[in-house]
């Protein structure tokens, strides 16, 4: 989030501090150790934008961390992730509940005069609070399981064409293409970052 001031700060922040995560040993610890990371940027930036006097450094943002049959998923803000097993998508982790619980009942639309606007100003964000919110869920990978990471710009997008583009046969940079190729289709109205995962089948 954030203007010409401090458009990309926290994002940029964050890739750099996960970059430099190198506990992969389990699922457990490798998710502690992103938490520590991510508990750390967050104040990096909370005491940049008070000592630059920045406003909107904040930025969302979606892990995923698999190793052998095991996988651990976080998430702050309203980026996403999706599994699609079996040809059934469900999503892993809910947008920010402020946010999220409009968009899910409809009370306001998706695009660039609903969902949009309403996240930016209500969502929580690494950069935005001292309290820093992370969420997650730990599963079990199957063969054949297709993972999907987004921002929030792909809410432009219902889950049924979602499902449909992720339930087609290709790579998955092919599929995360075509992702982006629709919402950009629909006139979405915030950048769209879409990452692909498969998990080897036996």
Not at 13 to 40: E, G, K, P, Y
């Amino acid at each position: 989030m954030g203007g010409d001031q401090s458009a990309g700060i926290g994002a940029s922040a964050i890739v750099r501090a996960l970059a430099r995560v190198d506990d992969f040993d389990t699922a457990f610890s490798s998710r502690r150790a992103m938490r520590a990371a991510l508990v750390r940027v967050n104040q990096e930036l909370l005491t940049r934008a008070a000592e630059d006097a920045l406003k909107d450094v904040g930025a969302s943002v979606v892990t995923l961390l698999a190793r052998e049959t095991s996988y651990a998923c976080m998430w702050v803000g309203a980026s996403r992730a999706y599994l699609l097993r079996s040809g059934e998508l469900r999503r892993l982790g809910r947008d920010d509940a402020a946010a999220q619980e409009p968009v899910d009942s409809r009370k306001i639309g998706r695009g660039r005069e609903g969902a949009f606007h309403h996240t930016h100003s209500s969502m929580r964000l690494v950069g935005a609070s001292s309290k820093l919110e992370i969420e997650g869920v730990n599963g079990e990978i199957q063969a054949g399981d297709r993972f999907l990471l987004c921002s929030d710009g792909l809410q432009v997008m219902e889950d049924a064409p979602i499902a449909e583009l992720m339930s087609q046969e290709g790579s998955p940079a092919a599929i995360a293409s075509a992702l982006v190729r629709k919402s950009l289709e629909l006139n979405v109205a915030d950048n769209v970052s879409v990452v692909v995962v498969d998990a080897e089948r036996a």
